[in-house]
């Protein structure tokens, strides 16, 4: 059975670029959450979806960072413009908790992003 | 006053001793806590979910106290491949599914 699959894994980009990465959540799932995560500030939750729809986005840093669940198998996190201090590990987590009766989630790899 | 805290470590014990790691948390309200490890460069996978009752597995030992809002782990034996990051993990609260990570203590374990 796949995990979450990202992509992609590493993405290095100049100052000023659009940035999108991707995530396909584990298949039945019904919870998708975007985190980042830096050595200052650890792991952030930025926004999660529910069915689809977007719950709480109060941790998406700021109008720059946007995103989208467009049906139940992909979501983009996407960054325009970007900027040296979006550098970090973002990570797409899934998880299907009336289910699973448990709040667990999976994670998947991660997409490293530098912007130089 | 950050939601969960925990020691950053490191903690660096030789093979086979006995570690512990602890955790608060300040939302009462939490009702599931879990026990997630990172590898280095690595994404967080669940070690194991806490209940009040205290849950064991294996060389693993997790314990609940929620009139402290406290959550430990115990690792007994420790084996170099245990060298990792442990987050300490727990709910909001509410119905959302959503949770909050603690920033980790990372352990290394030596021969």
């Known amino acids: 059975d796949a995990g979450v699959i990202q992509s992609p894994r590493h993405e290095v980009t100049e100052m000023g670029q659009e940035v999108t990465l991707r995530c396909k959540p584990i298949?039945?799932?019904?919870?998708l959450f975007w985190y980042r995560q830096t050595m200052m500030r650890g792991l952030e939750l930025l926004i999660y979806f529910n069915n689809n729809v977007p719950i709480d986005d109060s941790g998406m840093p700021e109008d720059r960072f946007s995103a989208k669940m467009p049906n139940a198998s992909f979501s983009t996190l996407k960054i325009q413009p970007s900027e040296p201090r979006d550098s970090a590990v973002y990570f797409c987590a899934s998880s299907s908790p009336l289910a699973d009766n448990t709040d667990t989630q999976y994670f998947g790899p991660g997409t490293r992003l530098t912007v130089l | 006053r950050k939601e969960v805290e925990q020691d950053p470590g490191p903690f660096n014990v030789p093979e086979g001793a006995t570690v512990a790691f602890n955790c608060t948390y300040s939302n009462s309200a939490s009702q599931s806590f879990f026990w997630y490890r990172q590898d280095c460069r690595k994404e967080p996978k669940l070690l194991m979910s806490?209940?009040?009752s205290g849950n064991e597995d294996g060389r693993f030992t997790a314990q609940l106290n929620r009139a402290s809002q406290y959550i430990s782990l115990l690792i007994r034996d420790s084996k170099l491949s245990d060298s990792a990051t442990y987050l300490c993990v727990v709910n909001r609260g509410n119905a959302g599914n959503m949770l909050t990570f603690g920033g980790g203590t990372r352990l290394m374990v030596k021969p």
């Open positions: 298949s039945g799932h019904d919870y």
């Open positions: 806490v209940y009040s």
